[in-house]
């Protein structure tokens, strides 16, 4: 794949968010590592997926990319410009080139504005269009574009239902004619038989108009549908990236296996027969992330060496980047899976240090 | 006779000046000991409702009626007064909520929370409550439960607080556990240890659980029987099996239709059912799912259609079912010449 391919690129991105104590003064005490390190780039015309449970990160990562939160330290180039170094003025006008969408539509969208004054506000900010009647024609295919009907303009949100509103949401993205669009839980506060119309909704949008996404959503299902590369993360960083079909078919992570195996499958011969990886406990705090592999204090797969003291990086095993130290012989099934005790996670503020969580409970129960 | 037994329920929000709204309209099904019963269904098709009025919480006000039967063991819960109503209420029904943090009192410790079941219920006090209530959440799968039964709701993640809840509710071995949606606000991964967790304790103590759940994959991992709610009525009832496979509402196969499936192959399109629950037809004018409906024929308006029963106790409530795969309808016989 040539450079040129590339729309975003991501390198070693970090948000960290101060934590702060004290009465008069604050002093900053910790912080939450909420992205630490994320690497990764989207092609043109090609969605990539964000998964992860919540607390992951995965929405401040959605946000640093558009510079909505400010990146602590790394970089974020968007066809070529560097976004983190770019003066306020000339982000404005990027941003036309890249919008978000929402999760709840009725939060995002203001109840006293009329739809075309939403979506007016845009265009006028950016100095598209010559005057109202030229801004009007955009609007209205871009109307037609999302499936809404013309006398929608004059109305407010709460006329709407939950998936015309998430349309409208949509048109306020695509009406300043993006080229990268974020979508952070675009569906999910959606009923299913909706979810499905505005996920083909997005899908034919990108068809028609070549739109890159990123979406990010913890519904696995949803995403390995519409994405062409999948990430899942874990406490701020990325553990696995592979291609949506392979996500599943092979997860070569334990907690993309993990993940994979929590998903119902709505079929009842399918969840007869398979097998849950049920993980002991609860995420740890990314405010005092476990030392070595994050994912070490969950890991059914977790071994005595390299585990707890090394941070693996993500590495190339075929199509796939995976950062775990073993992945190939737990793939070849050479190491076996042994049970993890469920460690105790204190809500923050607690002070139970990391280090007292730890590898396996029963030293000889893996392989 | 079942354990449970709802009979033509009906609850009726009126307001003056405004017309009345049937949340529930003539719903009916069993629970049976030792089965998991599911109500399944999107926003607004009335399945909270249903367990709701069954437990007798909807809020009092002046337009709420609430019609038909609900037979608990031989009782109708919706005739008994609110003392006796409280008596059955946790010791032999319990139920689960969607969000555990507001269903927990946010300024009460956990451990009181649980011995207030077991103080009211089983006339258990001091040191003896407390023991059991750390065996309960033990039992329940939330480590170091002596130290958890001093903390609050907030010092508990979401996980753990569901755990919380699921421990109070089976503090009195309830004979009927209503859960409803009691996973969707948790993680995949959490989903999983609570489902785990709901399956061992029907398997293990023969409790029945009627299960109010959207999510069909959670259906097809723990459901015995399902009923498929659109619009305040039940539209298919079905064993797990077979309403998978081959589903006869049109509104079954469009829901299936729209989930996307992680083990599906990639490029496949949804089919979604057009339209939102918004557009849906008073039932007396004929089938509510009519105007969404990809298989309406002319005599889906004018009445509502009746339910249908077939064999191995399926039914559904359509004039015009999808067919079943792999079957054409017989051909009629000749008569030989």
Known sequence: MSDNDILVEVRDLKVHFPIKRGVLFDRVVGHVKAVDGVDLSIPRGKTYGLVGESGCGKSTLGRALLQLNPPTSGEVSFDGVELTTLPPGKLRTMRRRMQMIFQDPMSSLDPRQNVESILTEGLQTHGIGTDRTDRRRIIGETLDAVGLPRWALSRYPHEFSGGQRQRIGIARALVLGPELIVADEPVSALDVSIQAQVVNLLDELQDSLGLTYLVIAHDLAVVRHISDTVGVMYLGALVEEAPSDRLYTEPLHPYTRALMSAVPVPDPDVEDRRERILLAGDLPSPANPPSGCRFHTRCPWAQPTRCADERPALREIGASRVACHFAERIASGELRPHQVSVQIVRPEGEGESPGVVSAPSEPGSYV | ?337
């Open chain 2, 1 to 337: 006779m079942s354990l449970l037994e709802v009979d033509d329920l009906s609850v009726t929000f009126a307001r003056r000046g405004q017309r009345p709204v049937h949340a529930v309209d003539g719903v009916s099904f069993s629970v049976d000991a030792g089965e998991v019963v599911g109500l399944v269904g999107e926003s607004g098709c009335g399945k909270s409702v249903t367990s709701l009025a069954i437990m007798g919480l909807l809020p009092k006000q002046p337009g709420l009626r609430v019609g038909g039967k609900a037979v608990f063991d031989g009782t109708d819960l919706l005739q008994l007064d609110d003392r006796s109503r409280r008596d059955i209420r946790g010791r032999d029904i319990a139920m689960i909520f969607q969000d555990p943090l507001s269903s927990l009192n946010p300024v009460i410790p956990i451990g009181l929370q649980v011995t207030e079941v077991l103080t009211r219920h089983r006339g258990m006090k001091g040191d003896a409550a407390a023991k059991e209530a750390a065996a309960l959440l033990d039992r329940v799968g939330i480590p170091d439960p002596k130290r958890r039964l001093k903390e609050y709701p907030h010092q508990l993640s979401g996980g753990m607080r569901q755990r919380a809840l699921i421990a109070m509710a089976v503090a009195c071995q309830p004979r009927l556990l209503i859960a409803d949606e009691p996973t969707t606000a948790l993680d995949v991964t959490i989903q999983a240890q609570i489902l785990e967790l709901l399956k061992e304790l029907v398997r293990d103590s023969g409790t029945a659980l009627l299960m109010i759940t959207h999510d069909l994959g959670v259906v097809a991992g723990m459901v015995d029987t399902v009923n498929v709610l659109y619009g305040g009525r039940v539209v298919e009832t079905a064993r797990r099996r077979p309403l998978f496979r081959e589903p006869r509402h049109p509104y079954t196969v469009g829901l299936l239709g729209s989930v996307p499936r992680l083990d599906a192959g990639r490029g496949e399109k949804l089919n979604p059912i057009p339209g939102s629950v918004r557009d849906l037809l008073p039932w007396p004018d004929g089938c509510a799912f009519a105007p969404r409906c990809a298989r309406r024929i002319d005599d889906c308006v004018g009445q509502p259609p009746e339910l249908v029963h077939t064999y191995d106790g399926r039914s559904y409530r359509c004039v015009n079912p999808e067919p079943v795969p792999g079957t054409v309808p017989a051909p009629r016989e000749e008569e030989p010449a």
